[in-house]
């Protein structure tokens, strides 16, 4: 079992930027893949951004490509997303979640998931 527990979610004015925290518990963190998703309201939940287990590769939506980096620090069990130049579009809940090893798209192929952080960007 994997614990993900995010953090760092808030109100911030579009242009401005936020770094939510996922930190892991349970098994080996380093050996998972992690991503972030997110879900607005009324929509389903969307990929963000995914890294795999060594840090070496990392996914990006199209919609975040440039603005929003994720990185991880396997010392510290966590993995984080710096969201810059942040737009009201970005506005949802963010979830962190964990596979083993390598990089997917989608959310079924994640087998554990946070409870989510809000993000709310306001115009």
């Known amino acids: 079992q994997v614990q993900l527990v995010e953090s760092g979610g808030g109100l911030v004015q579009a242009g401005g930027s936020l770094r939510l925290s996922c930190a892991a518990s349970?098994?080996?963190?380093?050996?998972?893949?992690m991503a972030w998703f997110r879900q607005a309201p009324g929509k389903e939940r969307d990929f963000v951004a995914a890294v795999n287990w060594y840090g070496s590769n990392k996914n990006y939506a199209d919609s975040v490509k440039g603005r929003f980096t994720i990185s991880r620090n396997n010392a510290k069990s966590t993995v984080y997303l710096q969201m810059n130049s942040l737009k009201s579009e970005d506005t949802a809940a963010y979830y962190c979640?964990?596979?083993?090893?390598?990089?997917?798209?989608?959310?079924?192929?994640?087998?554990?998931w946070g409870q989510g952080t809000q993000v709310t960007v306001s115009s």
């Open positions: 349970g098994r080996t963190f380093s050996s998972y893949a």
């Open positions: 979640a964990a596979r083993p090893t390598s990089i997917r798209l989608l959310e079924d192929e994640y087998d554990y």
